[in-house]
Each structure stands twice: as C-alpha cells, then as structure tokens.
C-alpha cells in the first residue's frame, strides 16, 4: 500500500456530478484540483449499507473541508452508470455535493495497493493529499468497519497547521512548541 509520503498515482476516471444523465459524468484527473488538498476516500460498492452512511458523513462535512481547501473525491469500483443510478435511488447521495468516481478497471485502487484480492473491489481507504500532490495521511478499515469523516477532518487541520499535534488535538487548541 501506498504510504505518507509518496505521491499520489496518475488517474484520469469518469465521474459522476449530478443526477441528470445529460450532465452528470465528467472527467476528473490529478490537474483537476490543482493546488487544492484532496480528501480521496474509497468504499467497496455501491447499493451497499455500510457504504452510504459513510458518502453521506463525508457530505455532510463537505463544506467544512471546502473551508480548508480541500475537495472530497468518492472512489469505488463500480462503473459511473452505477454510480449514477445509486444517486438517482438513494435520497442520502442525489444532493451530494463532491464527485463519485469510478475505478472501473481498478488501476488506480491497484497503484495505491487497496484492492482487495478477495472481493476484488477497493478497500476503505482514505488518504489525504497535499496540494504538490503527496499524500499526508492514510486510514484504512475492515470492509465490514465504517470510518469516521470527522476523524479525517480533524487529521486534516492538524496537517495544515505544519506544527506538532499531540494526541486528541483539535482546531484551535495549542500545538505542541518546542
């Protein structure tokens, strides 16, 4: 698995943006947030239970990470068609507002070392990337386990701040002075 401190991989996928099927895909790529932090978390599939609660958390702190600079990307494999119609069908995700994106062939979730050889779709994962490009941070749960949107927030400031946060930090307390 790809770690802190090394860059994220080259991607160019379909995304989906919307609910209307003339306007809801595009492309999104690594020069598409340019100079933005990027908060990439990937779920297993769509139409799933664990998943939803998790797009919806993140969406729900979305403008809170927009706030900092950061763009949220939703990765599974599933293909934009899927994505698309689980949009349409699900009354947590037809206002999302960050793109859901599909690693269809799996490259992407190859090259970050998180596909799951077992169920052959992207683990849990989530990894926060610099604006050069370089991830910061990586969390990843069991398929079975979702993870906690606020917890990637808070990991986030902590990064922004380039200082040292001590355990339990959060925005607006003291940062460690040596």
């Known amino acids: ?17 919307g609910t209307d099927l003339k306007t809801a895909f595009s492309e999104v ?35 809170q990470f927009k706030d900092r600079d950061a763009q949220i990307l939703a990765f599974s494999t599933d293909s934009e068609f899927v994505h698309l119609a689980w949009k349409q069908n699900n009354a947590d995700l037809k206002e999302l507002k960050f793109p859901m ?13 998180i596909l799951d050889e077992s169920e052959g779709v992207a683990q849990r994962a989530t990894f926060i990337v610099d604006p050069q490009g370089i991830i910061r941070f990586v969390y990843v749960t069991d398929l079975s386990v979702g993870r906690n949107p606020k917890e990637v927030l808070r990991v986030l400031d902590g990064l922004q701040t380039d200082e040292l946060c001590p355990c339990n930090w959060e925005k607006g307390k003291e940062t460690i002075q040596l």
């Not at 790529?29 to 799933?48: I, M, R, S």
């Open 29 to 63: 790529n690594n020069d598409t947030y340019k100079g933005k932090w990027l908060v990439a978390f990937f779920y297993p599939k769509d139409f799933t239970f664990v998943c939803p609660t998790e797009i919806k958390g993140f969406n729900e702190l979305n403008g």
């Open 101 to 113: 994106v599909s690693d269809l062939k799996r490259e992407l979730s190859q090259n970050l070392g």
């Open 1 to 17: 698995m790809l770690g802190v401190g090394k860059p994220f991989p080259q991607f160019n996928l379909k995304s989906v943006t």
